[in-house]
Each structure stands twice: as C-alpha cells, then as structure tokens.
C-alpha cells in the first residue's frame, strides 16, 4: 500500500520555515516571544493592585499630616485655654476687646487714623460745580460727583 502524502504537506512545510526564518533574521525565537507575552500578562494583572497601593499610600501620608495639623491645632487651643483660666489675663482682654475699665478709671476711645487735615487742602464739592446751571442740576451734580482730592 503506498501512502499518500496530504498534497498541502509541502506549503504548511515552506510555510513554516518562512515563518521561523522571519523569525530568526528578526532576532526573535520562539521562546522569547512567549517570556514577552508572560511578561505583558503579569504587567496588566499586577497593575491595578500596584495603583491601588500607591493610592492608598497617599492616603495613608495625607491622612498622616493631617493629624499631625490636628494635633498641632488642639494644643494651641489647650494653650489658649490656659491662658483664659488666667484671671489678668480675662481681665486684659475685656479691656482690650470689650473696652471695660475698672471703677475709678477713666476710658479715652480715639477714632480715626490719627491723622489731622489742613481745612486749606480739602476742596469742597460746591466749588467743583459749574456755575450757571439750574439748582436742581447742580444738586443732583453734587449727589453724583465724588471728590477727587481726598
């Protein structure tokens, strides 16, 4: 009995050695191609777990600062209280604040920014108006102009 060979025998056989040829002149085997796809598998399966550890370890540092903040924020308060448990203390501040004087003592308030203008250097709005119009346009002039010097 004679066999046959399958008549595309010889194509998948010259197909195969272009195959691995291209392969070889191209520096790549067999084997590194499968390391390569072995890598990229591992790649795309470690990555969202990786993310998500970098994350969480940003987190984990804001969440550290912000304690260290808060901790920092309630000693100040503690140190704040103290001071309020401080009767001369109270009493400065109702002073300061409050503008309380103990019996006997008299309280002077200045208001203003100290300063004192000279009467000579302030110019005044009625001379600003034009002359020779109606009362009511130069009333009204009056309420909208604004004075440019002070």
Known sequence: MVRRKFFAANLISSTRKSIKSGLN????????????????????????PIQHYFTQRAQINSLRTQLS???????D??????KWN??????SQARARLHFIFPGERAYIIV???????????????????????????????????????
């Open 69 to 75: 903040d808060n901790q920092k924020m309630l000693e």
């Open 112 to 150: 203003g920014n100290g300063e004192i203008t000279d009467d000579e250097q302030v110019t005044k709005v009625s001379e600003q108006l034009p002359i020779g119009l109606p009362w009511y346009s130069r009333l009204i002039s009056s309420i909208t102009s604004t004075n440019v010097n002070s």
């Open 25 to 48: 002149r191209r520096g790549l085997s067999n084997r590194a191609l499968i390391v390569g796809i072995i890598l990229f598998a591992l790649a795309v399966t470690l990555a969202p």
């Open 77 to 82: 308060a503690a140190t704040e209280l103290a």
């Open 86 to 91: 401080d009767p001369e203390y109270v009493a």
